[in-house]
């Protein structure tokens, strides 16, 4: 008996059909099904990852921390300058904070966009390591509707 290991399952190769035939209906029903991977098992994205890294180190306390299930940001200028290359490909304030946004993190205090102001996540707990669950954000049916009624008056302008 032969094991093909997967980081996320282990799937037997005795359990499927491997004939020569033609006939792939029989090897397609042979074939185990997967259940959908537990959060648990799901890759981490590369943001969300760095970010926790970043929350982490000690060193970077005075610019940001997680404070009970919040992103508090306390000198943006410095973090830009400072830690953001460190951790992720950019150094833009308003790069990190896309992808916050993408995220599902919202900003509940902070009137300018380089003051000092906080992030929460519904998903959030005072768990640091919750972060790592999060799934990014996907489009949804009212914005593909927005977009596709905005092309339909474009269309109408067009034929006037």
């Known amino acids: 008996m032969m094991n093909y290991e997967h980081p996320f399952d282990t799937v037997s190769l005795t359990s499927m059909d491997t004939t020569n035939s033609f006939d792939t209906s029989s090897t ?15 890759p981490v994205a590369e ?3 760095h970010l926790t890294r970043m929350l982490t180190d000690e060193t970077n306390l005075p610019l940001i921390e997680w404070d ?29 904070q896309r992808q916050l946004n993408y995220f599902g993190f919202r900003k509940i205090s902070g009137k300018s966009k380089m003051s000092p102001c906080s992030y929460v996540n519904d998903v959030a ?10 799934r990014r954000k996907t489009a949804t049916k009212g914005i593909k509707e927005q977009g596709s009624s905005s092309n339909k008056k474009k269309a109408t302008k067009r034929s006037k």
């Open 125 to 134: 707990t005072p768990d640091l390591s919750c972060l790592l669950t999060i």
């Open 47 to 49: 943001f969300l990852f």
């Open 68 to 96: 009970a299930g919040r992103i508090v940001v306390h000198d943006p200028p410095r973090l830009e300058t400072e830690v953001l290359a460190k951790y992720f490909r950019h150094s833009k304030y308003s790069s990190f």
């Open 28 to 42: 397609r029903a042979s074939m185990p099904t997967q259940a959908p991977k537990p959060a648990s098992c799901r």
